[in-house]
């Protein structure tokens, strides 16, 4: 965190971008139903959209994550190596795939989006990325932020 000074010259500390980015992700995702189904849904979203640019060829999906580490990686360390982590474990699974790959992850696409939206309706607000593309990227930090919080773990 940074700090500045108020006009007393006390320090305050200015929430990292990370941090206001959880935050606001974090207002429309209240609901449990809604929160777990994001648990289930996410994920699976990272690694349909890995296996469907990779069946376009493997170097777009490489391409693709690398961008995705960048802008983790100006977020937290903590995340970055996390979601690289997952990243090498979809790249696999999309291995596992073979042949099946593109019809595997399109069907695990919309499934998981059929999923979201029904979230989204229980929850009654629309998903972050409506007003800011970058919540897509920010929607996996989120449930990990979940996961972290109960493990202990600061980002």
């Known amino acids: ?22 935050a606001h992700y974090g207002e429309s995702h209240q609901n449990p139903r809604n929160e777990l189904i994001h648990f289930i ?3 699976l979203i990272m690694l349909s959209v890995v296996g469907m640019l990779f069946a376009i060829h493997p170097w777009v999906a490489y391409a693709f994550t690398a961008a995705s580490m960048v ?14 982590l997952w990243t090498a474990l979809s790249i696999a699974l999309v291995f596992a795939m ?7 992850s399109i069907a695990i696409f919309v ?3 059929i999923m979201q939206f029904v979230g989204h309706k229980l929850e009654g607000k629309k998903p972050s990325f409506f ?3 970058q919540y897509l ?17 600061r980002w």
């Open 111 to 113: 499934g998981a989006w």
């Open 71 to 84: 802008y983790y990686i100006r977020l937290s360390t903590v995340f970055l190596l996390t979601m690289a």
């Open 1 to 22: 965190m940074t700090s500045t000074t108020n006009p007393g010259n006390a320090a305050v500390a200015e929430p990292r971008r990370v941090d206001q980015l959880l």
């Open 41 to 43: 849904a996410i994920p």
């Open 137 to 153: 990227w920010v929607g996996p930090l989120f449930v990990l932020s979940k996961l972290f919080e109960k493990l202990g773990i």
């Open 131 to 133: 007003e800011d593309i």
């Open 98 to 104: 073979g042949s099946k790959v593109l019809p595997i």
